[in-house]
């Protein structure tokens, strides 16, 4: 019988944006939307669509070999698992999420420790207590089955959401007052499913390019022509990611320069180079960085 990862993808919120990334690091995730079984073009692999707060049970018991899904639902699972590598990236954003306290905008409320005795309404019912537990405040915490943000101030006084933006949260008019947790998406596994070679291998492969594709998509390279005499000049003005690469070039008086920078910064950097006597200076995207 043939060696099969089986992996679990995220459903809901963040499954487009993981079909997406694997797309960048090589893979063609084909999810149908009435099937809980995208297919994969990869023979080693098999995919289950599952949601994240359920992602660390399914690990742990073993019925999946690996899955992604937020740090945050590990946590809140209790269950001891392997990150195999974080990958920062959510639904509309590369950053981390926050999962945050908020209250009604004309409450009143200014602190966590002004809650004491009240109602909080949540997903993340365990990292909630210990929130408040830490903070030495006693409040009541009720699971919340969604939609959250509708439920200050009629069904909760406050309640603790997950955010990129904080948009939703200024449309149902609540403020933020404290940030209780950060999280961004872990590729995970159990210490069983990392003790088969051939897992770990095939896991390994998966995290290595995973990782590389989040990488590149803030990084640009840059490849230019410079005469020896500007090099130290042209060097001087590339923050590069390692040492550029310099090329000979058939005109013994010129040289190749190749590095990766962030795209940020590729704005200032090539008029710059420009200056400092750069030619033919090309931009091109990266799918991929693997350090």
Known sequence: MANKLRLGIPKGSLQDATIALFKRAGWNVY?????????????????????????ARY??????????????????????????????????????VRWVLAVPESSGFEKAEDLEGKIIATELVETTKRYFAG???SVKVEFSWGATEVKPPMLADAIVEVTETGSSLKANHLKIIDTVTES?????????????????????????????????????GLML????????????VLPALNSPTVSE????????????????VARDVIPRLKAAGGAGIVEYPLNKVVL
């Open 184 to 220: 961004e998406t872990h590729l995970i596994a159990s210490k069983t499913t990392l003790a088969d070679p051939w897992k770990k291998q095939k896991i390994d492969q998966i995290a290595t390019m995973l990782r590389g594709a989040i990488d590149a998509q803030s990084q640009v």
């Open 31 to 55: 999810a149908d939307g009435r099937s809980y079984f995208p297919s994969i073009d990869d023979s080693e692999i098999e995919c289950m669509l599952i949601r994240a707060q359920e992602m």
């Open 225 to 236: 022509n410079v005469k020896r005499a500007d090099l130290d000049a042209v060097l001087a």
């Open 135 to 137: 903070k030495g405040v």
């Open 249 to 264: 070039l058939r005109d013994s008086e010129w040289v190749a320069v190749n590095t990766i920078v962030e795209e940020r």
């Open 59 to 96: 690990v742990d018991h073993g019925v999946l070999d690996a899955g992604l899904t937020g740090i945050d639902w590990v946590v809140e699972s209790g269950l001891v698992l392997e990150s195999v590598t974080s990958l920062t990236y959510a639904k509309q954003s590369r950053r981390k």
